[in-house]
């Protein structure tokens, strides 16, 4: 288990290192010079020479570099170009609503992934299991920005079941936020839901066809048992594989999601620094996600061989 | 290919097998066909249209579908619904078929070469590990602000974000075929490495390619209609379905259709896709073998 640890941490480490390295170099690759956008276009030579030495902009590129990492270690972002606010400030902000989201969407498409992967094994070959392959379906081919749209049209303006847009911060009143972000939640969960779901009916499939499922059904284990203590527990395995892969769609997801319903979140702010050219907010927020990618892919690895005890052993070998 | 067939190591079915399969799989079918009428309206859409992409008619905004000389309605620049959609298509499919092509050309060499040389693999699983950590959406974004939000940025986010799958499909692949009794006997023979790779794995490796390119082509159609949407794919007046829904948005209260039309599109296109996909895979898996047969 430790030497297995060791490597994943390893390998980990090493991902985030290069990830900064391509985001360094991706940043130094913008247009525009950044001295002479600080000191104006009519500024003198001496003076753009001036504020190149003061941005560190005339060092080496690897005593930029260092003086970049030295920085985000310390947790300083920079400021945003537009408005002179700490980039940290921005993310402080932004983020809680983006991972509240994110979270409410994420239990509902394990719950509703399991349910319905589990109905589908249960009554193959009928209808329940053509309805949870179907939805699947719909979900994984369906742009769920469209059905957002629609959503929005027909059961928030022409049905009022729900707020259209706006935020309310979720420990000021949890009632009213999760009445806010039900519908966002909802259709960011759906391709997700998909994913497990169909993931869920295939290794249910597999389990409950091996011979130790065969073997406790001979000693006289009860179907609830059986599926609850064998095919469930396995099946458990595999969502939690499916939401480290989906974090990167989670992620593109609310984005889109964010824009749709006018959220102000992370993804809000990721698009905004695009359109706006706010390079500082640009660089912070893909080191944000790209190292939070990797930190929570490690603790997805961490986690799976604490349930997969094979794994385990097989890292110790 | 004939003689690498009759193996019995082959793990992928002979061609008249999985056709046969194929063919017996209703739902597959239906979605080979929609999405063969799909290409083809987008192939020929400069024929099918009846106005241009951007053609406006300032005289006859906000249109209802049905109206006559235009079937699916118009915009709120007297565009043609129809004429847009059938655009709109023909990008769509471009973008997924050039992403297609971005992961295959970088990813097939770095899988066959990560499932060829140990030292290789460890390389190429870092590059990986890399290009996972950026999701296509922030691999845009980036993008967009280098180089400017168009059409061959949509690509180039899609290709590269779909590499890592498609290496890790082809290793997987070249891997299970080391151990196989023809590459040993190549090897035996003195073939180079580069012809073991050519001649014997990748030839062996394509119906995993094929399955995958599937996989990836509806991923990719989906995610240019996003990536136009939110302004960082294809710019407008530029006809893309993405685009459209985008300046539908504005106008959803008052004329829902134009909502409603370019997204059921998308819909229908990935569903197809992922139908006929899904039909392909099951029909070249060999663990169907006794079922279906």
């Known amino acids: 288990m430790g030497a297995y640890l060791l490597t994943r941490t390893w390998h980990s480490l090493l991902t985030i290192v290069l990830s900064s390295v391509v985001i360094f170099a991706g940043v130094r690759m913008l247009p525009g010079d950044p001295a002479l956008a600080m000191a104006g276009e009519e500024a003198s030579p001496e003076r753009i020479a001036a504020v190149r030495a003061d941005l560190g902009l005339d060092q080496a590129l690897w005593v930029q570099y260092a003086t970049w990492v030295q920085n985000y270690l310390h947790g300083d972002f920079g400021r945003s170009l537009r408005t002179g606010t700490p980039v940290t400030q921005l993310l402080g902000s932004t983020l809680p609503v983006t991972l509240w989201l994110a979270a409410y969407a994420l239990l509902i498409a394990v719950v509703v992934g399991l349910a319905l992967g589990v109905i589908a094994e249960r009554r193959r070959g009928r209808w329940p299991e053509f309805l949870a392959n179907g939805v699947a379906m719909v979900g994984l081919s369906v742009p769920s920005f469209w059905l957002g749209l629609l959503a929005i049209l027909y059961l928030s303006v022409r049905l009022s079941l729900f707020p259209a847009s706006g935020y309310v911060p979720m420990l000021e009143n949890p009632v009213d936020a999760i009445y806010h972000l039900t519908l966002p939640a909802l259709i960011l969960s759906l391709a997700i839901a998909a994913a497990v779901m169909r993931q869920t009916r295939a290794s249910m499939i597999e389990t409950m066809g091996s011979d130790f499922v065969r073997t406790a059904r001979a000693k006289g284990l009860g179907g609830q048992r059986v599926l609850l203590a064998y095919g469930l527990r396995n099946s458990l395995l595999v969502v939690v594989t499916i939401v480290g892969l989906q974090l990167g769609g989670l992620i593109s997801g609310a984005v889109v999601t964010e824009s749709i319903f006018g959220l102000p979140g992370f993804g809000k702010l990721t698009l905004n620094s695009v359109f706006t050219r706010d390079y500082p907010v640009i660089e912070a927020v893909v080191v944000i996600i790209t190292v939070g990618y990797v930190l929570i892919n490690l603790a997805v690895d961490v986690l799976y061989s604490v349930l997969d005890p094979r794994i385990r052993v097989a890292g110790a070998a | ?293």
């Open chain 2, 1 to 293: 290919m004939t003689t690498t067939m009759t193996t019995t190591t082959t793990a992928y079915a002979a061609p008249s097998t999985w056709w046969r399969r194929m063919r017996s799989n209703r739902t597959a079918m239906a979605g080979g066909v929609i999405l063969g009428i799909v290409v083809l309206a987008a192939v020929l859409a400069p024929v099918l249209a009846p106005y241009g992409p951007t053609t406006t008619h300032f005289d006859a905004p906000f249109q209802r579908p049905g109206t006559i000389g235009f079937a699916l309605g118009t915009d709120n620049l007297g565009r043609d619904t129809l004429s847009r959609m059938l655009y709109g298509a023909r990008a769509s499919l471009q973008v997924g078929v050039l992403s297609v092509l971005v992961a295959t050309v970088v990813g097939v060499p770095l899988g066959l070469i990560a499932g060829s040389w140990r030292w290789a693999d460890a390389l190429v699983s870092r590059f990986t590990d890399v290009a996972l950590a950026f999701p296509f959406l922030i691999l845009a974004v980036g993008l967009a602000a280098i180089r400017g939000a168009s059409l061959s940025n949509a690509v180039l986010a899609l290709g590269i974000a779909h590499v890592p799958q498609m290496i890790r499909v082809v290793r997987g692949e070249a891997l299970r075929l080391r151990t196989t009794d023809f590459v040993a006997a190549a090897v035996t023979m003195n073939a180079s490495s580069l012809r073991v790779m050519g001649r014997h794995i990748l030839p062996n490796a394509l119906s995993a390619i094929i399955v995958q390119a599937t996989i990836i082509m509806p991923s990719a159609v989906l995610g240019e209609a996003v990536l136009s949407f939110l302004g960082l794919g294809i710019q407008p007046p530029e006809a893309s379905l993405g685009v459209m829904l985008s300046d539908a948005q504005q106008y959803l209260a008052q004329d829902a259709w134009l909502g409603v039309f370019p997204g059921a599109l998308i819909a229908i296109i990935c569903l197809s896709f992922n139908l006929f996909g899904d039909g392909l895979r099951d029909s070249l898996d060999p663990a169907n073998d006794e079922r279906t047969s």
